[in-house]
Nanobody
Framework: QVQLVESGGGLAQSGGSLRLSCQAS????????MAWYRQAPGKERELVAA???????YYVDSVKGRFTISRVNFQNTVYLQMNSLKPEDTAIYYC??????????????????WGQGTQVTVSS
């Protein structure tokens, strides 16, 4: 199993900033993709930003130019820097990681893990 622990949520004023962190831990794993999702009350969970090996970061249109996703591979950590926050950014933010876990020297299995979620509240 690969566990994800998030931190950095909280309360911010409109126009303010917050930085979310998510660190993965476990044994014999490698991560191909890390991402941030969010879910607001009464809405479906949506992909906010993602960063994959060898690819360009992805951002949902509503956060482009305001949010930045970054990853420190040797620390198995992903960050989401959120600037110019808006009340509509209020949601629970979830970290997601996908990759493989080595079962032995010859085989591995895929995994997808989720963090516990961290609340972000932006006041107007």
């Amino acid at each position: 199993q690969v566990q994800l622990v998030e931190s950095g949520g909280g309360l911010a004023q409109s126009g303010g900033s917050l930085r979310l962190s998510c660190q993965a831990s476990g044994r014999s794993f490698s991560i191909n993709r890390m991402a941030w999702y969010r879910q607001a009350p009464g809405k479906e969970r949506e992909l906010v930003a993602a960063i994959a090996d060898g690819g360009s970061p992805y951002y949902v249109d509503s956060v482009k130019g305001r949010f930045t996703i970054s990853r420190v591979n040797f620390q198995n950590t992903v960050y989401l820097q959120m600037n110019s926050l808006k009340p509509e950014d209020t949601a629970i933010y979830y970290c997601n990681a996908e990759g493989t876990i080595a079962l032995n020297v010859e085989s591995a299995r895929k995994f997808a893990s989720w963090g516990q979620g961290t609340q972000v509240t932006v006041s107007s």
